[in-house]
């Protein structure tokens, strides 16, 4: 892959992107139907339920089945929305959540594209879907969506910044923005990883990653108490599931971004288990930090906005910026 | 130049934290509220006027549906004032039991109101506790009377149905099971620093103000007024009990919150002492004449629901129907402060102030 990417672009070439840009497609929507199941199933138990048991074996079709529902509902478009941006806003918020995922590495061998600013490419792209969703609430004409993309601008705003100063530090340590790199630099302990000596940064950076995916305890564009839906309260069928989709998309693909950053990636915790291949480890660690989050929705209250710019701001900022400043002191005196 | 605008937003009928068919009409500077008017009146169904066409038998099953989160202390102020009025005995089994269930039903309907709270505030899983825990107290009712929500469980005079000994210990093996739960509910919820922050010194309000918009139950006792009619106008066997009032200081949705959940705790004790004294035997009807005319006169009584002072007052001209039927109805009452307490807030804070006054839209609107 990495190679093709540097030759000149052909017919065959192009094939063989496409083809694989639909494998990825496919990985995504199969994690995104069982994340969903998973998802409920988990706080189901969390909260004394079954969850979902009815569709299929064990209910495994139950997302299978929403999704043909979300298919074949009307579309509605409200008369007095601005039509274009209406329809354009979901889309807008899924390409770029789903273009973020090239650049996230699975094993040492296993990775779509290969890119030397892999971690900034990330971060430039999933700042577009803020954009989405301001559209998508201003479009709606409602004052509900309008207040919750409002929310959601100034939300994803505050904790951009510290999401993307936590990772610096990593960056600092590993001399480098390329996400397999960064993966692969990481030791064979578990101690090694960057989470340990980049603890500030890790904390900062899952704070900031739970926000900028809008869930619990950080769900306030679509606050389902104050503001009914949020932003896309207006929208219904297929678009409705793009927003969802898009979300989960993030959720995959923050999951994955900390496995790489800070968990190692695909290494072993303790150098002997290196038998087991990279991958089992990869997944076990990319599905620890997905429950975590879900556990995180079952236990946590709704931040309050004024709340949550001032952790923003007034917190992680501070903190995020110590962790460079630390980080930078450690290299120059001990590295060096 | 810029120029902004004052945003009107409407919130409800049909809105998600506004407990039912109840509307808020809000003007809003960006998130703040510069202005709040209640519309109230959606779930009216005129059950005062209803009731001068009833025998007071038949109005019982209405004041069910007025609270119906707690649908046996309605039933109580009812015939508690038939009773008053015309000078009626209640055997003594029948009162232990209209004070158990009474008690059982304060814990119930605190319950749904934490519940239903922590998912304003955007927790979910708290809902789901509450309404297990609940659940198990709508099955003993179930049991009891064959109503889940609308008892009709007791008459003028006693209580429709006798409790079987089998009843009995399933209330005394619940309590030990509540104040095990109540242990949890604190460990996952009362210390959470979002949740703390976000109701610590919101809708806050002094003494002075409580009283004068007359507020009652755990709105005014959050501000340190020790008023619980329980104690001060003992009625049915309270007086035979040993409970503490909790009171607050702050009188905010912090303090209401912690009155509440002590509520259920000292609700316990009241029923532990009651299953302790309860009667081995004896009528669950006392000697009440075969048509129910009250002598003409006027009667006011008032009694503690788990929203504040529900008060009856009928007006009999000694016929079979009263002449005229006034509900004081807490959650009315209470909610008039809401305007007051909305200026300046946020919409945030709108969902946590309306949700810490507790309100039943069947009881605003009767």
Not at chain 1, 31 to 53: D, S
Not at chain 1, 311 to 325: D, E, R, T
Not at chain 2, 60 to 68: A, E, K, L, N, V
Not at chain 2, 332 to 358: A, R, S
Request: hydrophobic share 45%; with cysteine; charged share 20%.
């Amino acid at each position: 892959m990495g190679d093709r990417l540097n030759e000149s672009l052909s017919w065959g070439n192009a094939l063989i992107f496409t083809l694989w840009g639909v494998v990825l497609l496919i990985l995504v929507l199969g994690f995104v139907t069982y994340a969903i199941y998973f998802e409920r199933k988990v706080i189901g138990w969390m909260q004394h339920r079954i969850g979902p048991n009815r569709v299929g074996p064990l209910g495994l079709l139950q997302t299978v089945a929403d999704i043909l529902k979300l298919l074949i509902k009307e579309d509605t478009i409200p008369r007095k929305a601005d039509r274009v941006l209406f329809i354009l806003a979901p889309a807008l918020a899924y390409v770029p959540a789903f273009g973020v995922l090239a650049v996230i590495p699975y094993t040492q061998n296993l990775y779509f594209a290969d890119i030397n600013v892999g971690l900034l490419y990330y971060v430039a792209l999933s700042g577009i879907t803020t954009i989405a969703i301001v559209l998508g609430g201003w479009a709606s004409n409602n004052k509900y969506a309008l207040l919750g993309g409002m929310r959601s601008a100034a939300q994803m705003i505050s904790y951009e910044v510290p999401l993307v100063i936590s990772v610096v530090g990593v960056i600092m340590v590993s001399g480098t923005m390329n996400l397999r790199s960064i993966g692969e630099q990481q030791g064979d302990w578990f101690w090694q990883w960057n989470f340990l000596p980049q603890i500030i940064g890790f904390v900062v950076f899952i704070i900031a990653a739970v926000s900028e995916l809008n869930r619990t305890p950080f769900d306030l564009p679509e606050a389902e108490s104050e503001l009914v839906a949020g932003y896309h309260v207006e929208y219904s069928g297929f678009r409705f599931a793009f927003f969802m989709l898009t979300e989960y998309v993030y959720v995959y693909a923050i999951a994955a971004l900390t496995t790489v950053l800070f968990l190692g990636g695909w290494q072993a915790p303790l150098a002997f288990l290196d038998f087991v291949p990279g991958i089992i480890w990869f997944l076990l660690k990319f599905a620890s930090v997905v429950f975590f989050l879900i556990w995180l929705r079952a236990t946590m209250p709704r931040i309050r906005v004024d709340q949550l710019m001032g952790l923003g701001w007034k917190v992680l900022l501070p903190l995020s910026l110590a962790n460079v400043f630390i980080t930078a002191v450690y290299l120059e005196l001990f590295v060096k | 130049m810029i120029r902004t605008e004052e945003l009107l937003l409407n919130v409800g009928p049909q809105h998600p934290s506004t407990h039912g068919v109840f509307r808020i009409i809000v003007k809003l500077d960006g998130e703040v509220i510069i202005e709040a008017t209640p519309v109230m009146g959606y779930l009216h169904r005129g059950t005062e006027k209803l009731a001068e066409d009833l025998s007071y038998t038949q109005i019982i099953p209405y004041t069910d549906r007025m609270d119906y989160v707690s649908a046996m202390t309605n039933n109580y102020v009812l015939v508690h004032a038939v009773e008053t009025m015309m000078e009626l005995a209640v055997p003594e089994r029948a009162e232990y039991l209209r004070l158990v269930v009474m008690e059982l039903q304060r814990i119930a309907s605190h319950l749904v109101w934490w519940g239903t709270y922590l998912l304003d505030i955007g927790a979910m899983s708290p809902f789901l506790y509450a309404f297990r825990d609940r659940e198990t107290i709508v099955n003993l009712f179930n049991e009891l009377c064959g109503a889940r929500l609308t008892y009709n469980y007791m008459r003028v005079g006693g209580v429709k149905w006798d409790a079987s000994d089998a009843w009995l210990d399933k209330v005394r093996d619940f309590i030990p099971y509540m104040e095990k739960k109540l242990i949890e509910y604190d460990k996952l919820v009362s210390g959470n620093e979002i949740f703390l922050a976000r109701i610590r010194g919101v809708g806050a309000y002094d003494a002075k103000t409580a009283i004068d918009y007359g507020l009652s139950g755990a709105n005014l006792r959050c501000t340190g007024v020790d008023w619980d009619i329980r104690r001060a106008k003992p009625y049915s066997l309270y007086d035979r009990f040993d409970f503490d009032i909790p009171l607050g200081t702050n009188g905010d949705c912090y303090d209401r919150y912690l009155i509440r959940l002590e509520e259920i705790r000292q609700s316990l004790r009241i029923l532990t002492q009651a299953l302790q004294q309860f009667p081995s035997g004896g009528e669950t009807m006392g000697k009440v004449p075969r048509v129910i005319r009250p002598p003409a006169g006027e009667v006011y009584v008032s009694i503690e629901s788990p929203r504040g002072e529900i008060g009856c007052h009928i007006v009999s001209k000694g016929k079979q129907e009263p002449y005229r039927l006034k509900f004081r109805r807490p959650s009315f009452v209470n909610l008039q402060i809401l305007p007051k307490l909305l200026v300046g807030e946020t919409m945030t804070n709108l969902i946590t102030i309306l949700g810490g006054i507790d309100i039943v839209v069947g009881e605003v609107d009767c």
